[in-house]
């Protein structure tokens, strides 16, 4: 599991990850949603993965989080891919992508960020470092075709 405390500085935001786990429900904290700056996350079974707050440093008293050089990500930039980008780069199909998340998730390895069920899945680099460590270490086998 990823660290359990995650601060962006550049952004403000505080990520506190309960669980790993696919995100299929992202809603403001509040009795009607009124916290624009919490956010609680959800597996597909309602269960919360990982509460952000915006604006950090103005809601959470951050002293102890930062003293861990590790909770603290420092103006690293990441690309994003959605399932289909990084199949394209990779030259695999989307669905390819998706099976190996999905095996990943069973395995209790979450990688990704969905807001809905249907919804797309957004990738970071750390992410698809994650997905292609997998693809390696699971080879899919396939049989192969002779020409008669």
């Not at 959605?82 to 695999?92: C, D, G, R, Y």
């Amino acid at each position: 599991m990823k660290e359990p405390f995650m601060y962006f500085p550049d952004s403000d935001t505080l990520e506190i990850t309960l669980a790993q786990g696919l995100v299929s429900k992202t809603e403001n904290a509040g009795v009607d949603g009124e916290h624009d700056n919490i956010l609680f996350s959800y597996d597909d079974q309602g269960r919360l993965v990982s509460i952000t707050i915006d604006a950090a440093t103005q809601a959470v008293n951050l002293s102890d989080i930062i003293q861990n050089p590790e909770n603290t990500i420092n103006g690293q930039t990441s690309e994003i891919f959605t399932v289909s980008s990084l199949a394209k780069s990779w030259n695999v199909s989307p669905h390819t992508i998706k099976k190996i998340i999905k095996s990943m998730a069973k395995a209790g390895i979450g990688v990704g960020l969905q807001n809905s069920a249907k919804g797309h899945i957004v990738l970071t680099e750390a992410d698809a470092e994650k997905i292609d460590q997998w693809r390696k270490e699971h080879p899919q086998t396939h049989p192969k075709t002779v020409d008669v």
